[in-house]
């Protein structure tokens, strides 16, 4: 009952009725970094799956063992008082129910889930994918956000049609939010008239500012791993001092 409340809390913050204020949630990295925005005022964090592989000394793009991923989660959902949404990458080949369970025991109310394999560089067939993610739908009830990443700006055709139709797929299948990773601003329009469900953008530094992404039709705004990078740079200006 806890964790229905808390989706329900959460997917519940998607809904703007200000196109110029949509739900901006910082990606964090461990408790420390969680604990910084959570303290900023933010309502919600995600992870980012680069961020947490580099924190750990692994390699983005599935890299970092399933365990050590779900314990990273678990140590900031511990951190914090705000919900937590969990990059989880392709789901490190564990089956649906599995997924599902882990999430839930580390205390995260949704998941990304991305529709590409960073070993091929390739996105995967839309309906197997569609297939896959109804069935960590039905798994989670209502218990998590399921926000389905969309790759083909990534490694696809990137056009507007591609993208709209998986995110048809996807939201048939039981995704809450869909998110077209790299979309240009320019597309988000067409994409987010064209879909029923919260449409995510990714906000890239020196690019669009989220406000100006909500008002092109984004709901909800994430930063991948440049939050970590940004950091990482400070950090590289201090030794520098020193």
């Known amino acids: 009952m806890a964790a229905l409340k808390a989706a329900e809390s959460f997917l519940a913050m998607h809904d703007r009725t200000d196109r110029d204020d949509p739900l901006v949630i910082p990606n964090v990295w461990d408790a420390g970094s969680a604990r910084v925005y959570a303290e900023a005022g933010y309502p919600a964090l995600a992870t980012s799956s680069a961020a947490v592989a580099a924190s750990l000394g692994y390699e983005d793009g599935g890299g970092t063992p399933a365990d050590e991923m779900f314990a990273a989660v678990a140590r900031i959902v511990r951190s914090v008082d705000v919900p937590v949404t969990a990059d989880i990458e392709a789901g490190y080949g564990l089956a649906p129910e599995e997924i599902v369970e882990r999430l839930l025991e580390a205390g995260a109310v949704g998941c990304n889930l991305e529709d590409s394999d960073p070993l091929t560089g390739q996105v995967k067939d839309a309906e197997e994918h569609a297939n896959w993610l109804a069935k960590v739908s039905v798994a989670a009830g209502d218990r998590l956000v399921l926000n389905a990443r969309i790759d083909t700006f990534l490694y696809g055709d990137k056009s507007v049609e591609s993208a709209v139709r998986r995110a048809r797929l996807y939201i ?51 930063f991948g791993g440049s939050l970590y990078s940004r950091a990482m740079d400070v950090a590289l200006s201090m030794v520098k001092e020193l």
């Open 172 to 222: 048939e299948a039981g995704a809450d939010v869909v998110f077209p990773v790299l979309a240009p601003v320019g597309l988000l329009p067409d994409i987010a008239e064209c879909v029923s469900q919260p449409v995510n953008a990714l906000y890239l530094p020196g690019g669009a500012r989220p406000k100006e992404l909500g008002a092109l039709g984004a709901a909800r705004v994430t």
